[in-house]
């Protein structure tokens, strides 16, 4: 597609309940990362994959948290047992090469955890 | 690890006045990236620079990259409304396969 597109674009879960964010990244593009961005605060890095490699999941807050890419392209954010603290926007960003170099971000899902 | 500050987090500027950001750093970084995020929007890439030293213009934005490596700013010059929207700084870490963000500036601008 001509850009990065993630659904859902909002999310109410119940605290407790299990949520999958979905990414569709640029065609072609080799790099998808996942950023979140709680309130007042920059993105944060939490996993980056190359094709279906996972090769940096340094940023998931904890195992609750799941990424997977299984064909290298679309990725899903999976967070087990939702908790208050997960309500955040969440970011995906895809990138043509191995780098952050050229990194398009998508409208990202905002999730809200009741 | 490594932290941009970027501050304050709010400016109000007047439509037609120029305004100047920075961000620090307390490490050293090989490249600097600034980005703007309207509400409801990721953000959006408006300059990359990469060498100490370095200024670069896009149409009314002017960056330049400190000569320490540990700092940058952003000027915006004659302002108007769509300016309006949060600036971010970053910087790659970790082998280049991830950003480091700043907190953000939150630009308003008057009519």
């Known amino acids: 597609g001509a850009g990065v597109s993630q659904s859902p674009r909002y999310k109410v879960a119940k605290r407790g309940q299990d949520v999958a964010l979905r990414c569709d990244p640029i065609s072609g593009h080799v790099s998808l990362f996942w950023y979140q961005q709680a309130l007042g605060q920059g993105p944060e890095f939490l996993t980056y994959?190359?094709?279906?490699?996972?090769?940096?999941k340094s940023g998931l807050p904890s195992d609750r948290f799941f990424a997977e890419r299984p064909e290298g392209s679309v990725s899903t954010l999976k967070i087990q047992r939702t908790q208050q603290e997960d309500s955040a926007v969440y970011l995906c960003?895809?990138?043509?090469?191995?780098?952050?170099?050229?990194?398009?971000f998508g409208s990202g899902t905002r999730l809200t955890v009741v | 690890g490594q932290q941009l500050n970027q501050s304050p987090q709010s400016m109000f500027i007047q439509e037609g006045e120029d305004v100047s950001m920075n961000c620090t750093s307390s490490?050293?970084?090989?490249?600097w990236l600034w980005y703007k995020q309207d509400p409801g929007e990721g953000p959006v890439l408006l300059i990359a620079?990469?060498?100490?030293?370095e200024l670069t213009s896009n149409g009314r934005l002017t960056a330049q990259f400190g000569i320490t490596r540990k700092d940058s700013f952003l000027n915006i010059s004659a302002s108007i409304p769509s300016d309006v929207g949060i600036y971010f700084c970053?910087?790659?870490?970790?082998?280049?396969?991830?950003?480091?963000f700043g907190k953000g500036i939150t630009l308003s601008v008057r009519p």
């Open positions: 620079l990469y060498k100490a030293g």
């Open positions: 970053a910087g790659p870490t970790g082998a280049n396969s991830k950003l480091t």
């Open positions: 960003a895809s990138s043509p090469g191995a780098t952050v170099y050229g990194y398009t």
């Open positions: 490490s050293i970084f090989n490249t």
């Open positions: 994959f190359q094709n279906e490699a996972q090769l940096d």
